[in-house]
């Protein structure tokens, strides 16, 4: 029989009270004990990027961080990316008008990783964008309609 602790996580502005084991991950957390599935999990080796959240405004890899070390943090998921039911956040509507998804899988992780960068930095060029993009892996597109998605979205929230 394993051990549990509690831990409160704040997720996408809801509080998650959990009892959870100290070595489970936050991807399998966020999954698991808050039924937010958007974290996908990929190679579960932080190498692929499809686990990417933002904590604290920063892109994190779920996969990589424990739950215990989210304590007291802000999370957010791919769930919380839109500000409601009716309007897509600008980098969502980008990767649909661009078409800078095909299978989807890797989505939700490129999604948060170019909303935290551009919530950090609306004004960032094409070549610290690529840069960026090239931390996650996709196996479909060959990423350029994802930079285009990406400077789409920069365009309008820098402007």
């Known amino acids: 029989m394993s051990q549990t602790v509690p ?3 704040y997720v996408n502005g809801d509080r998650h009270d959990i009892d959870i084991e100290p070595r489970r991950t936050l991807a399998d957390a966020l999954r698991d004990d808050c039924g937010l599935t958007g974290t996908h999990l990929g190679c579960e080796h ?6 990417t959240i933002l904590v604290d405004g920063k892109p994190v890899r779920a ?15 791919v769930e919380g990316l ?6 897509l956040h600008p980098v969502q509507r980008a990767f649909w008008e661009k078409h800078g998804l095909q299978c989807g899988f890797c989505t ?11 919530e950090e930095k609306p004004e960032t060029d094409e070549e610290e964008m ?4 090239s931390s ?3 196996r479909c597109t060959g990423y350029q309609n994802i930079l285009k ?4 979205a920069a365009e309008e929230m820098s402007g």
């Open 7 to 9: 831990v409160r996580l």
């Open 46 to 51: 932080g190498v692929c990027g499809a686990c």
């Open 63 to 77: 996969c990589l961080m424990f739950a215990v070390q989210a304590e007291g943090t802000s999370i957010r998921t």
């Open 82 to 87: 839109a500000p409601d039911d009716q309007q």
């Open 108 to 118: 939700p992780g490129f999604l948060m990783l170019v909303a935290g960068q551009l």
């Open 130 to 133: 690529r840069d960026v993009l």
């Open 136 to 138: 996650n892996l996709c």
């Open 149 to 152: 998605a990406s400077m789409a």
